[in-house]
């Protein structure tokens, strides 16, 4: 009886989309925010030190990283191609954003999703 729930293919298939789902879900809900708010948020990145110009480009790197990362995540045939874009998006952030000054909580919550996403990464393909 041990894991037979997991043995099933039906549920393992909707366990490992909702999985999906869960992880993206605070990549996904970040994106509005960075679009609709694009001048405020360009000014607290040059905030940390980064120029105006070069702030602007890495936001739009973000955005592009958040939108792919997450589609290809969750729906990509190759689910590692997502974790490698969302990856790119939230080890320079959380370096950049949450160690200097410490934000304990963000940086121990953003090393949860990326250990999440390296176990992703890291796993058989299907």
């Not at 366990?15 to 879900?25: E, G, H, N, T």
């Not at 304990?104 to 990464?121: D, T």
């Amino acid at each position: 009886m041990k894991n037979t729930i997991f043995k099933n293919k039906n549920i393992k298939s909707f366990l490992d989309f909702f999985s999906r789902v869960s992880i993206s879900a605070i990549f996904i809900s970040a994106i509005p925010g960075k679009i609709n708010g694009f001048e405020r948020t360009v000014e607290y990145i040059s905030s940390k030190g980064i120029p105006d110009p070069i702030a602007s480009i890495l936001l739009v790197g973000a955005i592009i990283c958040l939108i792919l990362g997450s589609g290809f995540f969750i729906f990509g045939e190759n689910q590692k191609i997502g974790t490698v874009f969302l990856l790119l998006f939230l080890i320079p952030t959380t370096i950049i954003f949450h160690l200097f000054p410490f934000h304990q909580r963000a940086v121990f919550m953003n090393l949860g999703l990326i250990g999440g996403l390296i176990i992703a990464a890291l796993r058989e393909s299907k």
